[in-house]
Every structure is written in structure tokens, then in C-alpha cells.
């Protein structure tokens, strides 16, 4: 059975920054593709951050690029998400999601394995 569980979320400040964690098991992971995906609420999911199986291929969205870092380490079974200069409209349920091959690795809903989520709320 594919789990994948996130942690690190919390409440920081604006300008705080957070680093997300994403645990998989059940998997071979270093074969998995992981998109990080957030949802806020009223809102649709919205892509962040996506990096392929052996992380020589990693995607931001615009909204992130600069301030977010994606990363993984397959002898961990984990990805992060290093999130810097959260504004509040960071704010949001991240999620972390797997899968294999993705030939659009940003189409969210094509990702197979699906973690809880973790919150991460941006308030002064």
C-alpha cells in the first residue's frame, strides 16, 4: 500500500519561511515522479512545485519560483518543499502526490498516490 505523509506545516509570520516534508512508503520511490500541490480555501488545487524520479528535472509555478525549493532524498523515501518569504497567500493545505512516468508532470490530476496534506497558514 502507497502512504505518502507530509509534516512541517504550521503558522509563521509573513516573511517566515517553513520546510515541508513528504515521507512515502510502499513504494519504490526513486522510481516516482512528486508534485507538490496546494489548496486554498474557496480555491482550486494549484501546482507548486514538481521534481522528476531522480531530481535533475524540477518545475516551479511562477507564483513560487525564487522564494520555494523542491527537493528529494531517495535513500530517505522523502521530498521537501523549502518554502522562504511566505506571504499570506501562501496560505493553504499543501499536498505532496506521486506517480510514475508523468509525461505533463504539472497535471495535477493525474497523480495516482496522495498524501493527507499538512497546513500552512501565513498571519501576522
Known amino acids: 500500500e502507497v502512504q505518502l505523509v507530509e509534516s512541517g506545516g504550521g503558522l509563521v509570520q509573513p516573511g517566515g519561511s517553513l520546510r515541508l516534508s513528504c515521507a512515502a512508503s510502499?513504494?519504490?520511490?526513486?522510481?516516482?515522479?512528486m508534485i507538490w500541490v496546494r489548496q486554498a480555501p474557496g480555491k482550486g488545487p494549484e501546482w507548486v512545485s514538481v521534481?522528476?524520479?531522480?531530481?535533475?528535472?524540477?518545475i516551479y509555478a511562477d507564483s513560487v519560483k525564487g522564494r520555494f525549493t523542491i527537493s528529494r532524498d531517495n535513500a530517505k523515501n522523502t521530498v521537501y518543499l523549502q518554502m522562504y518569504s511566505l506571504k499570506p497567500e501562501d496560505t493553504a493545505v499543501y499536498y505532496c502526490?506521486?506517480?510514475?512516468?508523468?509525461?505533463?508532470?504539472?497535471?495535477?490530476?493525474?497523480?495516482?498516490?496522495w498524501g493527507q496534506g499538512t497546513q500552512v497558514t501565513v498571519s501576522s
Open positions: 521534481i522528476n524520479s531522480d531530481g535533475s528535472v524540477i
Open positions: 510502499g513504494v519504490t520511490f526513486g522510481s516516482y515522479d
Open positions: 502526490a506521486a506517480d510514475r512516468g508523468m509525461t505533463v508532470p504539472t497535471a495535477i490530476r493525474a497523480y495516482d498516490y
